[in-house]
């Protein structure tokens, strides 16, 4: 056989063996060129933590501790402060929204039956205090009227949506006694006397 023949032919066997050898081993695993940048426990803890259950209870203790003002008396509250003594009646409204003022008239026959407190607070950011303490007065209604900030706001639409903010659709919410926060069914128009008895747990 001519010398480079033989040459050749080895070099091509050569070759074959190290791809045959390549195919039965297996290749050993890539080695991370930064073993740091894996997650720790902590940053995984605090991934889960981040989701919208975590993140609705976070808002409503935001808003059972937001200090309102009671724009006929001055007297300053908390939502977590009132239910302490019981369940507490919130009504986002406005003075110009005639839904409100048929469901607050239908507020002021379950507090003749039920014991509650009830607080109207107005989203209606161009209103002002005095036109809300005059409305309350004018209607004879007797609970808590406040009125929402632009913060304030935004809490009820991250934590209701916006129809928290839309007092047509006669937005109310129940705190409990122990903290709970839970929104009546908004969008179901004026709810009877019994009605919020009932769905306040108090029938």
Do not use: K
Request: charged share 20%; net charge negative.
């Amino acid at each position: 056989m001519h010398p480079n023949i033989r040459t050749a032919t080895v070099a091509a066997m050569g070759l074959l063996l190290a791809a045959c050898s390549g195919a039965t081993n297996s290749p050993s695993p890539p080695e991370l060129s930064d073993p740091s940048a894996l997650p720790t426990p902590s940053v995984v803890s605090s991934q889960v933590a981040a989701t919208p259950s975590a993140s609705a209870e976070v808002a409503a203790d935001e808003l059972l501790a937001i200090s309102f003002t009671d724009v006929r008396s001055g007297e300053t509250f908390t939502l977590a402060e009132l239910a302490a003594d019981g369940p507490v009646l919130l009504e986002p409204m406005a003075v110009w929204c005639s839904n409100c003022r048929a469901q607050q008239h239908e507020v002021l026959r379950a507090h003749e039956v039920a014991d509650f407190t009830s607080v109207s607070l107005d989203v209606d950011l161009s209103e002002s205090p005095e036109e809300l303490a005059a409305y309350a007065d004018r209607e004879g209604f007797h609970w808590h009227f406040a009125m929402a900030d632009a913060e304030l706001y935004r809490l009820l639409q991250d934590r209701f949506g916006v129809a928290a903010t839309n007092p047509p659709s006669t937005p109310l919410v129940v705190i409990e006694s122990d903290g709970t926060v839970r929104p009546l069914e908004f969008g179901r128009g004026t709810r009877s006397a019994e009605q919020l008895v009932d769905e306040l747990g108090l029938g």
